[in-house]
Nanobody, 124 residues
Framework: QVQLVESGGGLVQAGGSLRLSCAAS????????MGWFRQAPGKEREFVAA????????YYADSVKGRFAISRDNAKNTLYLQMNSLKPEDTAVYYC?????????????????WGQGTQVTVSS
């Protein structure tokens, strides 16, 4: 098992940047494919980005491509999401998630472990 704790959320103006972190503990972090999801009020949880176990492959939702960057530091057991050019529609609770299989997937049921989430609010 792996335990996940997100941090780095907050309030930012449109056009600004934030970096989210997800600290992992428990089983070896590098044995998990990782992802970021988000959920806005009244909406379903949606995929943001995923990264392979080594960090060599990434996969993004069209809505964030070119603005967000997912990365990981396996030595520090930490996943990151750098968010630039933020828009009010990026406002949501952001979750990190882990899966044991190697394939990068965008559906939330493909992930076995989840953090508690961190709130990101983008003001216009």
């Amino acid at each position: 098992q792996v335990q996940l704790v997100e941090s780095g959320g907050g309030l930012v103006q449109a056009g600004g940047s934030l970096r989210l972190s997800c600290a992992a503990s428990g089983r070896t972090f590098s044995s998990y494919t990782m992802g970021w999801f988000r959920q806005a009020p009244g909406k379903e949880r949606e995929f943001v980005a995923a990264i392979s176990k080594s960090g060599g492959s990434t996969y993004y939702a069209d809505s964030v491509k070119g603005r967000f960057a997912i990365s990981r530091d396996n030595a520090k057991n930490t996943l990151y999401l750098q968010m630039n050019s933020l828009k009010p529609e990026d406002t949501a609770v952001y979750y990190c998630a882990a899966r044991s299989l190697s394939l990068l997937v965008s559906y939330d049921k493909g992930y076995n472990y989840w953090g508690q989430g961190t709130q990101v609010t983008v003001s216009s």
